[in-house]
């Protein structure tokens, strides 16, 4: 408890600064040779947790089960959790959002957490999605952050592209990696880099994660640092021309979660400490 409220004390302190930080970056950028940096200053949506209780469900909707139900057991990752709706899994206290994986039997599953998204809620093309989180630690944790594409046309994964803003396998704590999926460059030949904090963590820090996302590149943000630009031209050359740009003809909705095991980041194993909680401090999507 004292390490939870300390957090609270953090966040109030931390918060003016990170405002002048995200105002500073998302005016003061510029066009260099190599990269483009946009300015997307107008902020049209935002959940800053500031209720105790139940989830926004004005924002936020919930996937519920082990996704049989949709189609892709295992979340098409073979992982092992439940997701739920329950308050020991997903609830909103003292202004974080709280999402807890147990260890715990359930309707079949070893584990229960939770996934929260936005479709039919806030979706939007283009612009800058950021969240500041403090990560989980262990073995078999895997928290992500991402965007994925609206499929009421009919279109299935992964034509309707796929933007992971932020993951984390839990036993690398100064290690996260942002990644595009789409058709040519899904599942294991995804197009994806790592970014390695220096003296930081994940797990015993909040961080600010996000994107900025035009019709022609992604820009991956760790704080305040630009580490990574995705382009077109970097799908031709990755998939010898066989990819294809998908992030241009349609809206993304919001997606964050906390997997147990799975392909990756595998299975928990003896030292891995449950429960593990992912905290949500705000989410804010900008045009």
Known sequence: MNNFNNKIRVKELLFPCLLLITLFFATGCETDETQTVATFNNLVAEDNFDVDGQIDTS??????????????PGWGN?????????SENVTVE???LLITAREEAFNGAQYTSARLQTKGKIQQQYGRFEARIRLPYGKGMFPAFWLLGDDSDGAIWPQIGEIDIMENTGDKPTEIFGTIHGPGYSGGESI???????????????????????PNYINYYFDDKLYNQITPEDIEEETDGEGEWVFNDRPFYIIINLAVGGNLPGAPNAETVFPQTMIVDYVRVYQ
């Open 59 to 72: 924002f936020w909707n919930f996937d519920i089960g082990d996704g049989t139900d949709q189609g892709i």
């Open 78 to 86: 073979n992982e092992l959790q439940y997701y739920t709706d329950r």
């Open 94 to 96: 003292n202004g974080f």
């Open 192 to 214: 994806s880099k790592e970014f390695t904090l220096e003296n930081s963590r994940v797990d015993t820090e909040f961080h600010v994660y996000g994107i900025e996302w035009g």
